[in-house]
């Protein structure tokens, strides 16, 4: 039994439904499970309406119809017209419909879940249609009843007993039938409201479902080759991993390295389940898989780069030294408002830590360390992180830019940069 999870690139017009279904075809014989993300940058523009939404914006009803627009032409493209999906379509979109009838009065994080899963929702709609429509026989599953979460809205814990034993009660069943295609991103709360697992989490759903099911393998399809050292949008040549230990990538993804969730890896490892990343582009490709017992080899460093970046420093209001307590009411109020420290340094008078940024986490954040710490902050920065890095690559990345925090061990360099 096959997992297979397509991202949003691979989806994002009707070309990439059509070679979905084309790549999907060539593992006729066995079992599938289908895992799929929001079409194309549909998540972004899902965020904007979100806020649109939140913020009491004039542009909300151009975002949503702009998002509405864009999966309609997919789907004309694909079926023409009169086609049964455009009512699944339609009564889909109606939740975000109802919702934005009126003023939002619940949690921002709350809301965004609510609206933001709709993309992957949708995509489901047309992918399964589509399947259905060139012979491969298809059921769409509702994920938000299978895998069960707390009520952490936009960062949901699984609850994996439940998780498990839902899966395993209905899915095989659905699998000895033919194609079964969930989304990707999403899971449920015992009142039945819908949480997100984190950005870019489809990869954690796949991971997820491939260990309740013991799966063979799990197939991440991407626009890239395989796992590289660096992004090939911001470096020239780049090489390929054909093979990468668990401990490896799980490194790699907790530092922020993207085409692969950070949550990924770790059941796939509990199960001894492979994770191969291919290229939709070309099936045929080898890629990189991620299994046990690899022993790496790395030519050149692995460059991973985090836009965005808050540097805070925390001061007591006595400047006495940092202690063991007020390092712990730091992570109390960090652990609140679901912030992850990148990057962090003691000194005798304060503790700096590198952050992502999010507007309205941070600003409540920064509210909340106020009443307790004097902060100062700077903002707009970049974290660079260097696995098996070489002093000559960390110096050519540095060059020429201002180097605010700087920490290096035996394997891994990270700098944040102004």
């Excluded at 627009?69 to 049964?84: D, K, R, S, V, W």
Aim: aromatic share 10%; charged share 20%; net charge negative.
């Amino acid at each position: 039994m096959l997992v297979f999870k397509f991202g949003g690139a691979s989806v994002k017009d009707a070309e990439g439904v059509i070679n979905l279904g084309n790549v999907v075809k060539n593992y006729t014989g066995n079992q599938i499970l289908v895992v799929v993300s929001a079409m194309g940058k549909t998540t972004n523009e899902l965020e904007k309406l979100t806020n649109a939404y939140f913020n009491g914006t004039d542009d909300l009803h151009e975002i949503f119809e702009g998002i509405k627009e864009y999966h309609y032409h997919i789907a004309h493209e694909l079926f023409g017209e009169n086609h049964p999906v455009f009512n699944d379509i339609a009564n889909t979109f109606v939740e975000i419909d109802w919702m934005i009838e009126d003023e939002p009065h619940d949690d921002y994080d709350f809301i965004y879940d609510q609206i933001v899963s709709i993309g992957e929702l949708v995509s489901t709609r047309i992918v399964n249609a589509w399947f259905n429509h060139k012979g491969i026989t298809s059921k769409w599953l509702d994920v938000r009843g299978y895998i069960h979460t707390d009520n952490t809205y936009r960062e949901g814990i699984v609850d994996w007993d439940k998780t498990r034993a839902s899966v395993q009660k209905d899915i095989p069943a659905l699998l000895n039938n033919g194609v079964v295609v969930t989304q990707g991103f999403l899971g449920g709360t015992s009142e039945n409201f819908t949480t997100t697992l984190g950005r870019e989490g489809s990869d954690y759903t796949a991971s997820i479902l491939a260990s309740c099911l013991n799966a063979e393998s799990v197939t991440t399809w991407k626009d890239v080759p395989g796992i590289l050292n660096a992004d090939p949008k911001f470096f020239a040549d780049t090489i390929k991993f054909d093979e990468l230990s668990y401990q490896e990538a799980i490194e790699m993804t907790y530092y922020g390295a993207s085409v692969i969730h950070p949550k990924t890896i770790k059941p796939l490892q509990n199960a001894n389940i492979p994770l191969l990343v291919k290229p939709f582009t070309h099936p045929d490709a080898p890629g990189t898989v991620i299994k046990e017992n690899v022993i790496s080899k790395f030519e050149k460093p692995v460059i991973i780069v985090k836009q965005n970046q808050v540097l805070l420093s925390i001061f007591t209001n006595d400047y006495s030294f940092i202690s063991e307590s007020h390092l712990s009411e730091i992570f109390g109020v960090f652990a609140d408002h679901h912030i992850k420290v990148n990057l962090m340094q003691t000194s005798a008078l304060s503790f700096t830590a590198c952050i992502d940024y999010t507007a309205e986490r941070f600003d409540r954040l920064l509210l909340a360390l106020k009443e307790l710490f004097k902060v100062k902050y700077n903002s707009e920065l970049t974290l660079i992180t260097l696995r098996h890095y070489t002093d000559d690559t960390l110096d050519e990345l540095t060059a020429g830019r201002t180097v605010l925090m700087k920490q290096t061990n035996r394997n891994t360099a990270q700098v944040v940069l102004k």
